[in-house]
């Protein structure tokens, strides 16, 4: 829970989106979370969730090469959440901080139409 952590560990994320951004003014922004990052059941940390819905072609895949992940859909698992359905997830750090990279299409979307088919490990349409 935030109020259990340090000044220092909840700063590290905000410091680490704004170095993100001096050095990529380019970079469309994601939404951006401050929370505990969970990977593979394990709490790494306070960190930061980019959101991403229906980005451009390229744009998942740049975030995700920023935060050292060498694969983009390593941690896809398909699901609907409030945000959208996940077609794509994968985590890394920024700065020594932990960052998770989901990709979403619009609920309303059939899951054959997306845009990513092969993160969703489905044929596509």
């Known amino acids: 829970m935030p109020q259990n952590r ?11 989106v704004a170095l993100i951004a001096q050095l990529n003014p380019d970079l469309p922004a994601p939404g951006i979370e401050f929370a505990a990052i969970f990977h593979d059941g394990v709490e ?7 959101h991403m819905h229906q980005p451009q072609a390229g744009v998942y895949e740049r975030w995700a090469h920023l935060i050292g992940s060498s694969d983009p ?18 985590y890394g750090t920024y700065a020594d901080i932990p960052v998770e990279a989901v990709a979403y ?3 309303t979307v059939p899951r054959a139409a997306n845009h990513w088919p092969l993160a969703l490990r489905e044929p596509a349409a």
């Open 73 to 90: 859909d390593s941690h896809t698992n398909p699901s609907t959440t409030a945000q959208g359905n996940v077609c794509r997830r994968t």
């Open 6 to 16: 340090s000044m220092r560990e909840l700063l590290g994320p905000v410091a680490a």
């Open 105 to 107: 299409v619009p609920q």
């Open 44 to 50: 790494y940390g306070m960190g930061v969730r980019l």
